[in-house]
């Protein structure tokens, strides 16, 4: 990519659809997501379809698949904004839209790199989207169009926390833990009936909260 930090392929993350017939990969060094299927036959990875190229420099990073729908949303490290993608059964995408990733009154210079998004959850009916916003220490929630796959923003919440690196969701759907990697806390906010975050709920130490993790038994 053209950004100094793109200096070779970075692959940030991997997720495998609902179905499991595929997996998408964010690699953010070249401004592609790659959708790759596994031949178990040949025991190798497969490329589902040609690479789709994101705009440059945008460094996609985390994407979260729809539960239900056929549906996936990548963000980005080096631009704030978000793709919407439907996606066939044989790992190809189609862009649906591409929305901002923050509110507009959120300063922003524009600068590259200078405000970078981090890890994103939709919960489990796939009614809401959650994706974090770094160094402005934002939290961004969106409603999810059941039949278009369009992101609807209504909420951008003030974090207690500048750096919000990683959040998942509680198995009941009802709070969404924030980690921060710098800050070395995780946070947890209540999710009301419409989606939204309500005021910090409780707060933890937990040094360089990088990953969350919920374990069902």
Known sequence: GPLGQQTLSHLHSVYFAPCGDFCLICDKGG?????????????????????????????PRYAAFHPTKPFVYTNN??????????????????????????????????????VKQSDMRISEDGRFLYSLVRDVGMISVYSIDQEKGKLDMIQCKKADDTDPHSCALSPDGKFLLVGGLHTHRVLSYPIAEDGKLGDLAAACDQPSACHIIFETL
């Not at 990875?45 to 789709?52: I, K, Q």
């Not at 978000?82 to 839209?97: H, N, Q, S």
């Open 77 to 114: 490290e080096a631009e704030p904004f978000l793709y919407a993608f439907r996606y066939t059964p044989d790992g190809k995408l189609e862009m649906i839209e591409q929305v901002p990733g923050m509110s507009e009154d959120i300063p922003y210079s524009g600068v590259p790199y200078s």
């Open 31 to 59: 401004d592609l997501i790659h959708t790759l299927k596994i031949d178990r036959a040949e025991k190798k990875l497969v490329a589902c379809d040609e690479p789709y190229h994101t705009q440059a420099g945008t460094m």
